[in-house]
T-cell receptor, first 114, second 113 residues
Framework: EAGVAQSPRYKIIEKRQSVAFWCNPISGHATLYWYQQILGQGPKLLIQFQNNGVVDDSQLPKDRFSAERLKGVDSTLKIQPAKLEDSAVYLC????????????FGSGTQLSVL | GQQVMQIPQYQHVQEGEDFTTYCNSSTTLSNIQWYKQRPGGHPVFLIQLVKSGEVKKQKRLTFQFGEAKKNSSLHITATQTTDVGTYFCAGRTGGGSNYKLTFGKGTLLTVNP
């Protein structure tokens, strides 16, 4: 089966610019997650969608980050304006929504803010 | 909020030696998952433990879930160079669609051939 698709793979921007990441989950997966992984740390959940509704966005810096999942399929994560500390890998993951909730991760977008 | 702590942060072993990483949660977990992330790669699911005291094996990997469902361990017997990577535990709290999955900071394993 096709995996979780993410683009772009890499992005370099200057601080105060805006950036957007795209994710297409595995077909049929109800739950979609955006994680931020800073070098040397574990993934930190930014936002979790169940179909097109938000389940958890408690750690999303809402003054600069936004995310949407229109039609309950693919999703975009936006940062505006970016700060130096936003440099990280942004991982999208999806799961079926069953009891096991095994997460399938995409390859991620490596963001560098200069 | 919930915290998941992992130790050690780094572990370097000679090929053939054993390796263990430990995971501790500040709260009781519904279940715990383990993931492996190769250098430059993304996390890949290894296993999920649900029951108190559960032990599961995958070839040379042994996973344990504590009796109180607040700690877990991953043990690798006779490490190989293919075991190199960062091992993360992820603790789940809550149930249904209203759950949280919190990742630890991971243990980076390097293996000297």
């Amino acid at each position: 089966e096709a995996g979780v698709a993410q683009s772009p793979r890499y992005k370099i921007i200057e601080k105060r610019q805006s950036v957007a990441f795209w994710c297409n989950p595995i077909s049929g997966h109800a739950t979609l997650y955006w994680y931020q992984q800073i070098l040397g740390q574990g993934p930190k959940l930014l936002i979790q969608f169940q179909n097109n509704g938000v389940v958890d966005d408690s750690q999303l810096p809402k003054d600069r980050f936004s995310a949407e999942r229109l039609k309950g399929v693919d999703s975009t994560l936006k940062i505006q304006p970016a700060k130096l500390e936003d440099s990280a890998v942004y991982l999208c993951a999806s799961s079926e929504g069953t009891a096991i909730e095994k997460l399938f991760f995409g390859s991620g977008t490596q963001l560098s803010v200069l | 909020g919930q915290q998941v702590m992992q130790i050690p942060q780094y572990q370097h072993v000679q090929e053939g030696e054993d390796f263990t990483t430990y995971c501790n949660s500040s709260t009781t977990l519904s279940n715990i998952q383990w993931y492996k992330q190769r250098p430059g790669g993304h996390p890949v699911f290894l296993i999920q433990l649900v029951k108190s005291g559960e032990v599961k094996k995958q070839k040379r990997l042994t996973f344990q879930f504590g009796e109180a469902k607040k700690n877990s361990s991953l043990h690798i017997t006779a490490t190989q160079t293919t075991d190199v990577g960062t091992y993360f535990c992820a603790g789940r709290t809550g149930g249904g669609s209203n759950y949280k999955l919190t990742f630890g900071k991971g243990t980076l394993l390097t293996v000297n051939p």
